[in-house]
C-alpha cells in the first residue's frame, strides 16, 4: 500500500491540531505520529517498510486523517 505523499505533508504539516485532539488521551505521543508520518515521507509512502508498532500508529491515527476532508 502506498500513502498519497501529497495529502500525507498536508496532514503532517497543517493538521496538527487534528493529530493532536485524535491522539488526547490515548498514551501516544503527537511525536511518535509525527514519525511515522515522516518516516513514510522519507520513504515514498511505503506502508510496508513500517514496523508492527508504526502500522498501529499509521492506521489508528494518519490513516483517518487522511480519509477524511479538511475540516
Known amino acids: 500500500m502506498k500513502v498519497d505523499l501529497n495529502l500525507l505533508k498536508n496532514v503532517i504539516s497543517?493538521?496538527?491540531?487534528?493529530?493532536?485532539?485524535?491522539?488526547?488521551?490515548?498514551?501516544?505521543?503527537?511525536?511518535t505520529v509525527m514519525g511515522v508520518g515522516t518516516f513514510l515521507l522519507d520513504n515514498e509512502g511505503e506502508v510496508d517498510l513500517l514496523s508492527a508498532k508504526q502500522k498501529v500508529t499509521f492506521e489508528k491515527f494518519l490513516l483517518p486523517l487522511l480519509n477524511t476532508p479538511r475540516r
Do not use: M, N
Open 14 to 31: 497543517k493538521r496538527t491540531a487534528e493529530i493532536e485532539r485524535s491522539v488526547a488521551g490515548t498514551g501516544y505521543l503527537v511525536k
